[in-house]
């Protein structure tokens, strides 16, 4: 069966602290996605990861990938208040489908 | 920018009804899925399609079909819905080998 699984599922941090997000997966994913929801609005793409061992990184944000651990990170630095929002992991494990992790709550308390 | 629309952000109806939500998208993408979203369990896969008049099961399709007639527009439809229909619904189109792109969902109540 394919899960995604994130931990945490809520998650409050201070401005300035740095944390992580993580994402396993069951099985092999051909690629993998992290978005990002605020609240009552849709979702939006921040990263596709490929390989084994990608890092991508956008501001405050930056994502990696361990295909061989089948785990997934997402650590933000430095966090300010506007990165408050949900973050969503998915896998792409063929077909082109996306099979969606719970989401973290990020909360970013002044 | 890819754009994908959906007919209403906010749907009201009773129990019983026939209830359309349509999907629209501008960038020729020939994939496109419909989810569901509640708290607690992240986005589920209700429907998607490879390609016009194509439609395939996703994970939770009972009480749901599709209709995808061009290649832009991709409908759910729920035959006669229940209260344990209401839900976010968001729906989302990919070019084949690139990632997906949502629309602003349907927060659907039933009554």
């Known amino acids: 069966e394919l899960k995604v699984e994130q931990n945490p599922l809520f998650l409050s941090m201070q401005e300035g602290k740095n944390y992580t997000i993580y994402c396993n997966y069951s099985t092999t994913s051909d690629r993998l996605y992290w978005y990002r929801q605020d609240p009552g609005k849709s979702l939006e793409s921040l990263f596709v990861l490929l390989s084994n061992g990608a890092v991508k990184q956008e501001g405050r944000l930056m994502a990696s990938l361990d295909t061989k651990a089948r785990l997934s990170t997402l650590h933000i630095t430095a966090a300010v208040h506007d990165l408050s929002a949900t973050y969503f992991c998915a896998g792409d494990f063929g077909n082109e489908k996306l099979t969606f992790g719970t989401g973290t709550r990020l909360t970013i308390i002044p | 920018d890819v754009k994908v629309t959906q007919s209403s952000r906010y749907l009201v109806k009773r129990t019983g009804e026939k209830v359309f939500l349509e999907c629209v998208q501008d960038?020729?993408?020939?994939?496109m899925f419909w989810y569901r979203q509640d708290p607690g369990l992240g986005l589920r896969l209700i429907y998607f399609s490879y390609d016009v008049k194509m439609k395939e099961k996703g994970d939770i399709p009972e009480g749901y079909s599709v209709s995808r007639e061009k290649k832009e527009r991709f409908s759910l439809i729920l035959e006669s819905a229940s209260t344990n229909q209401t839900s976010m619904y968001l729906c989302?189109?990919?070019?084949?080998?690139?990632?997906?792109?949502f629309g602003p969902g349907t927060r659907l109540t039933v009554t």
């Open positions: 989302a189109s990919s070019l084949s080998g690139g990632g997906q792109y």
């Open positions: 960038m020729d993408h020939e994939n």
